[in-house]
C-alpha cells in the first residue's frame, strides 16, 4: 500500500512539472505571436473587413504597415494598439430591463 501511495505523488508531482512547462510554453508563444507579422489577407478576414477599409487604414495612419514587394504586413500587436485605442465600452446598464 505504502508502494502505492508514492507513485500517486510521484505521478501527482510529475503532473504538476508538465502543467507548468505546458503554461510557459503557452505564455511564450502568445508573447512572439504579438510581435509576428501578417498579410494583409489575414488582417482583412480576422477583422472582417475590406481591401479598401484596410486601405483607408493605411492611408489615414492608423495602422502601422510594412510594404515589400507591393504586398503589406502588419504586427499583431499594432492591431491589438488599434482595436484598444478605438475601443468604446457599453454605456447601457441593463440590457432590455425598462
Known amino acids: 500500500m505504502t508502494e502505492i501511495i508514492e507513485l500517486i505523488l510521484s505521478l501527482s508531482q510529475e503532473m504538476k512539472t508538465i502543467k507548468a512547462y505546458l503554461q510557459h510554453y ?3 508563444r502568445l508573447e512572439s505571436f504579438r510581435e509576428e ?3 494583409g489577407q489575414d488582417v482583412m478576414q480576422t477583422l472582417h473587413i475590406s481591401k479598401r477599409t ?3 487604414l493605411r ?3 492608423v495602422l502601422p504597415y510594412s510594404r515589400i514587394n507591393g504586398k503589406f504586413y502588419y504586427k499583431v500587436s ?3 494598439k488599434m482595436l484598444e485605442t478605438n475601443y468604446q465600452p457599453s454605456k447601457s446598464v441593463g440590457h432590455g430591463s425598462k
Open 54 to 56: 484596410l486601405q483607408s
Open 59 to 61: 492611408d489615414n495612419g
Open 78 to 80: 499594432d492591431i491589438e
Open 26 to 28: 503557452h505564455k511564450s
Open 37 to 39: 507579422w501578417i498579410d
